[in-house]
């Protein structure tokens, strides 16, 4: 894992340095949007398990939105913010073969660009794990006051403990126009650190809303939402799915016992719509299995609300 992220490392000084001094001086950067998602199994198929919660949200920095990445490595960054829980079935009497409980928060720093037709998102998180996270007191709190059952004695014990994940994340996509005006964007994905894995996949957008925007994806459910927006009002259908191969994880450690999947599977489908004064997204994605023991896949609920004054 470390050889991968020193190399990721590398290749980010070796593209950023094609720039000239007179490229990074040109402009002054300035915050060209923002973008959140939030993503839960209650509002998917009504549990609350496994890929049980998470939120991911992006501030966007540039200089200047023409509605295409621009060609320079580090012109557009990203400043991205995610939490998570993942939880067993039964949060009180966990199954012996269950995964075991875990929280995470992540902050990260990206960058977008293009070169030619493919699209490149690049960049390195921070992922940090355990009780240093705040997260399990948090869904304690939520589901004393909601008089549900919270974490036991036995979930508490076998949780993934406080430590720090160095990880990057790079993607590669490029869009192709249909006859009828929908978009079709194949992509592959990498990551190595919290999870090593690589995705082959494909998002079809249907309808005007999100074009010549930047549109981030989650990490959860693969979702991408829309973080730098013009606004244009109008609705579109999304479509997609993806296939990961998946060497490592942290969430489901060998070492403990667990027998994690190594094919991971996505289908999702959703709609933006953006209204003069609102704008908004929902969406559902199946999640196939991830482990060994877990007795079917689940489907989580993605939505995003906003309202300009």
Not at 66 to 83: A, C, H, M, T, Y
């Amino acid at each position: 894992m470390i050889r991968l992220i020193a190399a990721a490392a590398i290749a980010f000084s070796a593209i950023a340095g094609t720039a000239t001094a007179q490229d990074t001086l040109s402009t002054e950067r300035v915050k060209l949007g923002y973008g959140r998602l939030v993503t839960n199994d209650f509002i998917g198929d009504t549990q609350d398990r496994w890929r049980s919660g998470s939120v991911q949200a992006s501030r966007i920095w540039g200089r200047g939105w023409s509605g295409d990445l621009p060609e320079q490595f580090g012109d557009v960054i990203e400043l991205r913010l995610g939490g998570q829980i993942i939880a067993p079935d039964d949060l009180k009497k966990p199954a012996a073969d269950d995964r075991p409980y875990a929280t995470t928060v992540a902050l990260g720093l990206h960058t977008h660009f293009a070169r030619g037709a493919v699209e490149f998102a690049l960049g390195a998180d921070m992922v940090v794990t355990g009780d240093q996270t705040g997260l399990r007191n948090f869904q304690d709190g939520l589901h004393d006051a909601l008089g549900v059952d919270g974490t036991s004695g036995t979930t508490r014990a076998n949780m993934i403990g406080n430590d720090f994940h160095p990880t990057v994340v790079v993607e590669a996509g490029r869009e192709f126009t249909l006859n009828s005006g929908a978009r079709l964007r194949p992509f592959v994905e990498g990551r190595a650190g919290d999870e090593t894995l690589i995705r082959a996949g494909a998002d079809l957008t249907i309808g005007q809303t999100g074009l010549g925007e930047l549109l981030v994806r989650d990490v959860v459910s693969g979702q991408r939402y829309r973080s730098v927006s013009n606004r244009n009002a109008g609705r579109s259908f999304v479509l997609g799915g993806d296939v990961a191969h998946v060497a490592d994880s942290i969430y489901l450690p060998e070492s403990a016992g667990y027998d994690m999947s190594d094919l991971r599977t996505r289908l999702r489908a959703g709609v933006h719509w953006q209204a003069e004064k609102t704008s908004g997204f929902y969406g559902l994605t199946y999640l196939g299995e991830e482990f060994e023991g877990q007795d079917g896949g689940q489907v989580v609920g993605s939505v995003r609300l906003k309202f300009d004054f």
